[in-house]
């Protein structure tokens, strides 16, 4: 990109990325001190705090939060560091990293939607085991999902956590020469699970701690699973505050700003709770990895997690078979495993409202990712030729590049924590529940994604080419474009399908700026997931999960055939014209 | 006619080349020599106008006045020098035919017919008049370096520069290739510049060859 002022525009970038952040956490600070001017309070006082303190409930949901907000993370850690220690570099596991990404690229809420028809009394399993074994002829009176405390919820969070944590260590696995410490390890007697506990993962753990603190905010703030799966009187700390923001009753706002500034700070302590724990941890074992013991009782733990981690996966696949199932189901009486009779007429029914549903999630996803596109090669730009100005005098200035850090703000702060503080800027905006509003909070959280998967292969072009291109014809902008993003064609479809699928997962940025006035797939299913029309939610969850799955398999089909596809369809043109000459 | 003064070249004070002087015809091929780290490719920046004179890219220091036909090019910038650059790689676009290559070269302002004629008429040069619409990758290292040399010929430039165009090229190769650059050189009687480390490159082209050695040791 021919450009210029690359000062400028980073400060105009890095301005764009905090002035939203940092207006969202005012707007929530303040209320919580009681200071909130459109309400007609002036004055800062401690009144939030007391009132918050004063609620049972919101012990009750902070206690949940903690314990599924710690629990997930280190349950999914764990299954995922056995599945590694077990599979890798093993022929069949190849296979098996391929299905990682379409767990990856479905909302969480569709799967969250998915587990429900799996688990609940009258799910799935419980049908595959009725009546021949159980005996029972209509669904038990069991709390199997949101059950009270949370496991439903932890077991959720488990399934979509473990393969993004799987699929950051693979990647990562590269850099820390995994293949040739195994070998020597193995070469050394050592058992594959030793050799991996006692060398492999103290060198991973380094590498994969952003991930990890993604995950846990994750499993501390999420709303929208919680909604479909956790536990309901009380629910966690995010959906209580949730409801409170969204209270009829103006002057909860207080309080639920206060419990949302203590979310943040509990994530903050959890986090460092975390670190502690991993350093005492790698202390006490530090003597134990040279002791020289060959196999350890330990090994066993991997062993377990290993197969935990399969029926995980599984899981997860089952609850994604069953969305479909359920929305072509006509009759599905309790004990049957499988519906006796099926039928088109569910879609029919709702096509008006998944139509509509459909376009607005399309629109949303369309153009919020597109401008990620285009904003995250702006920046990649800048990045770029400020790092070639300085790569020689100053290595570390271009290295840490304030976009790098940046980006990772939005994902790591709690929605809950500044979405609605953003509410009051929209307000002030006029730009409350317009369209424009909510593509700007998606674009806010698609683009960090499609910023990071841009990077390593934008910065790794061989910029030759686009000069060569440029001393043939002097059209810079064009040769940008057809020669640099046509030959990065398979990044920037990769990072679109990305982005593309975080944004039809959003359901808070949706629901606040909208104002419920635009309805998505994703908001409309987490809805009604709890109100029962099983058919309905299936169909929504359905469309929710294929898009994603559609674009990624887009992005994966299209760049390598695109040139062969481009020159065959050139011929056929050329050679019509010649015969009509 | 291409010539050089006074070009010196100095890495971060300590002199690199010092009063560089020649011209090269129209028609020729000058040979630079050296061994590596000496500032060849430098010396190629600075006549393709990525290093100015007086300028100071990450303490390389570049002085010296290079002009093309008795114009100045010191103050131009690259795109308005017209200069040919044919580099190791032959950095053919890789999702485009290889005729779309020859056309991406050819400039806008001639009638569409022409243009198709003339990338039409490099294919039969090469000999590979039916791989019109086969993808680079498609040829063998040999064509790919034609293909490269004729694209960057196409693009009309008024003078060229080669950053050893044959050392990827196996050494069977590199004989045929070279006496089809030399004869193309000189049927578009440009002045040329070939920077290489190997002496028979030199003496295949032809014509001068300067040997740089290290004057600050």
Avoid at chain 1, 309 to 324: E, K
Avoid at chain 1, 410 to 439: C, E, K, R, T, W
Avoid at chain 1, 478 to 487: F, G, H, Q, S
Avoid at chain 2, 185 to 206: G, R
């Amino acid at each position: 990109m021919p450009l210029k002022h690359t000062t400028l525009i980073t400060w105009l970038m890095a301005l764009l990325l905090i002035l939203p952040i940092a207006v969202g956490l005012i707007g929530t600070l303040l209320p919580a001190f009681q200071y909130f001017p459109p309400l007609g309070e002036h004055r800062m006082a401690f009144t939030p705090w007391q009132n918050l303190f004063a609620q049972g409930e919101f012990y009750a949901s902070l206690k949940l939060t903690l314990i599924t907000g710690i629990v997930a993370p280190v349950i999914a850690l764990w299954l995922a560091l056995s599945l590694l220690a077990w599979g890798y570099e093993r022929a069949f596991f190849k296979k098996f990293e391929a299905l990682l990404s379409p767990l990856l690229a479905i909302p969480h809420a569709a799967i969250a939607i998915g587990l429900l028809f799996l688990l609940s009394p009258s799910g799935w399993l419980v049908r595959l085991f009725s009546p021949w074994l159980t005996g029972f002829d209509r669904p038990p009176n069991w709390i199997s999902v949101q059950d009270p405390y949370g496991l439903s919820l932890i077991f959720a969070l488990v399934i979509k956590e473990m393969p993004y944590l799987l699929f950051v260590m693979l990647a990562t696995m590269k850099s820390i020469q995994a293949r040739e410490s195994l070998q020597v390890c193995q070469s050394l007697g050592y058992s594959r699970y030793t050799a991996w506990r006692k060398v492999l993962i103290p060198q991973l753990y380094p590498l994969i701690r952003l991930p990890i603190f993604i995950v846990i905010t994750f499993s501390l703030t999420v709303v929208d699973l919680a909604l479909v799966i956790g536990p309901n009187t009380p629910s966690t700390l995010a959906v209580t505050l949730f409801r409170w923001f969204n209270d009829p009753d103006l002057s909860m706002r207080f309080m639920a700003s206060a419990g949302a500034v203590f979310l943040m700070l509990s994530i903050a302590l959890v986090l460092g709770g975390w670190e502690m724990a991993h350093y005492l941890l790698s202390k006490i074992t530090r003597t134990e990895r040279s002791n020289g013991k060959r196999h350890g009782l330990t090994d066993a733990v991997l062993a377990v997690g290993r197969i935990l981690g399969l029926v995980t996966l599984l899981s997860g696949f089952v609850a994604l078979l069953l969305l479909p199932v359920w929305s072509l189901a006509k009759r599905w009486r309790f004990p049957d495993a499988l519906p006796s009779q099926w039928t088109f007429d569910n879609l029919e029914r709702a096509a008006p409202l998944l139509i509509t549903l459909t376009s607005n999630t399309l629109i949303i996803a369309l153009s919020a990712t597109l401008i990620a596109c285009l904003v995250s090669l702006l920046m990649l730009e800048t990045k770029r030729l400020i790092a070639k100005g300085t790569n020689q005098r100053n290595n570390t200035r271009a290295q840490h590049h304030a976009f790098d850090w940046l980006i990772y703000v939005p994902i790591l702060l709690p929605q809950i924590g500044f979405l609605f503080g953003l509410h009051v800027l929209l307000i002030y905006l006029d730009l409350n529940g317009a369209l424009s509003a909510i593509i700007a909070l998606h674009l806010m959280y698609v683009l960090p994604y499609v910023y990071l998967t841009l990077k390593g292969p934008y910065l790794a072009y061989e910029e030759e080419y686009l000069r060569q291109a440029n001393r043939l014809n002097h059209k810079p902008w064009r040769n940008y474009v057809l020669i640099k993003l046509a030959m990065l064609k398979p990044a920037i479809f990769t990072a679109f399908a990305i982005g593309f699928s975080v944004s039809i997962a959003q359901y808070l940025p949706t629901l606040i700026a909208g104002e419920g006035r635009y309805s998505t797939l994703t908001t409309e299913a987490v809805t009604q997931a709890a109100s029962g029309d099983r058919k309905q939610v299936g169909s929504m969850a359905l469309l929710q999960a294929a898009f994603p799955i559609l674009v990624f398999w887009l992005a994966l089909t299209l760049p390598p055939r695109w040139t062969k596809w481009r020159l065959a369809m050139k011929m056929t043109l050329k050679r019509k014209t010649k015969c009509s000459a | 006619m291409l010539s050089v003064k006074q070009f010196s070249l100095s890495l971060n004070g300590s002199n690199l080349i010092s009063n560089l002087h020649f011209d090269i015809a129209d028609g020729q091929v000058l040979s630079i020599m050296g061994p590596s780290g000496i500032g060849k490719s430098s010396l190629l920046h600075f006549l393709s106008g990525t290093l100015h004179h007086g300028n100071q890219v990450g303490g390389l220091m570049a002085s010296g006045e290079a002009s093309l036909h008795g114009v100045n090019l010191n103050n131009q910038a690259t795109e308005n020098r017209k200069v040919g650059l044919l580099q190791q790689m032959p950095l053919l676009f890789p999702h485009m035919s290889i005729i779309e290559n020859l056309l991406f070269a050819i400039p806008e302002n001639l009638h569409k017919q022409d243009r198709y004629a003339s990338a039409q008429q490099a294919l039969e040069k090469l000999g590979i008049p039916d791989k019109a619409n086969t993808l680079p990758k498609a040829l063998s290292g040999g064509q790919q370096a034609r293909v490269a040399l004729l694209r960057t010929l196409l693009a009309k430039p008024d003078y060229l520069l080669l950053d050893e165009p044959f050392s990827k090229l196996d050494p069977a190769l590199r004989r045929d290739v070279r006496a089809f650059v030399l004869n193309e050189i000189q049927q578009a009687n440009i002045p040329a510049l070939l920077v290489t480390h190997d002496p028979d490159d030199a003496k295949a082209m032809k014509g001068q060859c300067i040997e740089l050695t290290s004057t600050s040791i």
